[in-house]
T-cell receptor, first 114, second 113 residues
Framework: KNQVEQSPQSLIILEGKNCTLQ??????????LRWYKQDTGRGPVSLTI?????NTKSNGRYTATLDADTKQSSLHITASQLSDSASYIC?????????????FGTGTQLKVEL | NAGVTQTPKFQVLKTGQSMTLQCAQD?????MYWYRQDPGMGLRLIYY???????DKGEVPNGYNVSRLNKREFSLRLESAAPSQTSVYFC????????????FGPGTRLTVL
């Protein structure tokens, strides 16, 4: 069983609409939780990084939230654009390993259409 | 700054052939990583180098070797390629410290026939 599970697996929305992606993790304790954006054929790019004590972190139209009690995180995208079409990956960093051994989710594939 | 660069971008090998994937970063980062990404699976760590002169195994090291040539360069070698090593390989780097993000290269798409 994956230690980081994401839902939905894929999502199609219309340009301008909002959406929320979910991440459930079992890695505990953890140092930080990250969200990455991966465009097709490219490497992942960091969107947000939150420590276990933070509840929310924003980066432009992207807002990540964290509930350490329920072990859930979400990524909310506001006023979506065509360029938001990508895979969004939730990543958890356990305290052991000095941040070198990350646990990656399988990603949510988002498609934004006109 | 070019960030993290990888060569080649694409490669096709026959079973049993060997090759080296090259990675370089110009951000003066201490730590470097090699991952593989397969359909339906999250990125998996193959090897990492926490600092120049050190390398450690990750989750899936079998069939691979690495060399941290200097602070900038970290190579991944497949000695005898197998079809199970068909994947997209990503190199990443970061400043040492758990709170720092990893910066990824563009990837190498490898097919082993």
């Amino acid at each position: 069983k994956n230690q980081v599970e994401q839902s939905p697996q894929s999502l199609i929305i219309l340009e301008g609409k909002n959406c929320t992606l979910q991440c459930n993790y079992t890695v505990s304790p953890f140092s930080n939780l990250r969200w990455y954006k991966q465009d097709t054929g490219r490497g992942p790019v960091s969107l947000t990084i939150m420590t276990f004590s933070e509840n929310t972190k924003s980066n432009g139209r992207y807002t990540a939230t964290l509930d350490a009690d329920t072990k859930q995180s979400s990524l909310h995208i506001t006023a979506s654009q065509l360029s938001d079409s990508a895979s969004y990956i939730c990543v958890v960093s356990p305290p052991s390993g000095g941040g070198n051994k990350l646990t990656f989710g399988t990603g949510t594939q988002l498609k934004v259409e006109l | 700054n070019a960030g993290v660069t990888q060569t080649p971008k694409f490669q096709v090998l026959k079973t049993g052939q060997s090759m080296t994937l090259q990675c370089a970063q110009d951000m003066n980062h201490n730590s470097m990583y090699w991952y593989r990404q397969d359909p339906g699976m999250g990125l998996r760590l193959i090897y990492y180098s926490a600092s120049e002169g050190t390398t450690d195994k990750g989750e899936v090291p079998n069939g691979y070797n690495v060399s941290r040539l200097n602070k900038r360069e970290f190579s991944l070698r497949l000695e005898s390629a197998a079809p199970s090593q068909t994947s997209v390989y990503f190199c990443a780097s970061r400043v040492a410290g758990s709170a720092y993000e990893q910066f990824f290269g563009p990837g190498t798409r490898l097919t082993v026939l």
